[in-house]
């Protein structure tokens, strides 16, 4: 079955960088696209990052030019490297895919930014 595992979440200071990974398993993870979504607490998940299956990204305008989505297809990984992190950062973060049948979530990692 499908799996999307989160890691790489924690405490950080405002201005300091983290890097989340999502390994995944039961799909071929080449010919999918992939997402990292966030929702922080009293607010609907929104999408943070994207990657097509070609390497093709776009961001939300709140981190543009300060995360940076990649992906390794031998690894069947996705990562989220965030840089010059602020409090409105701070929510639990999720790796995303889907398929023409249904959308599939990780349970998320934390990320905390303290002021």
């Known amino acids: 079955q499908v799996q999307l595992v989160e890691s790489g979440g924690g405490l950080v200071q405002a201005g300091g960088s983290l890097r989340l990974s999502c390994a995944t398993s039961?799909?071929?993870?080449?010919?999918?696209?992939m997402g990292w979504y966030r929702q922080a607490p009293g607010l609907q998940r929104e999408l943070v990052a994207r990657i097509t299956t070609g390497g093709s990204t776009n961001y939300a305008d709140s981190v543009k030019g300060r995360f940076t989505i990649s992906r390794d297809n031998a690894k069947n990984t996705v990562y989220l490297q965030m840089n010059s992190l602020n409090s409105e950062d701070t929510a639990v973060y999720y790796c995303h895919t889907r398929n023409k049948w249904r959308d599939y979530w990780g349970r998320g990692t934390q990320v905390t930014v303290s002021s």
């Open positions: 039961g799909f071929i993870f080449s010919i999918n696209a």
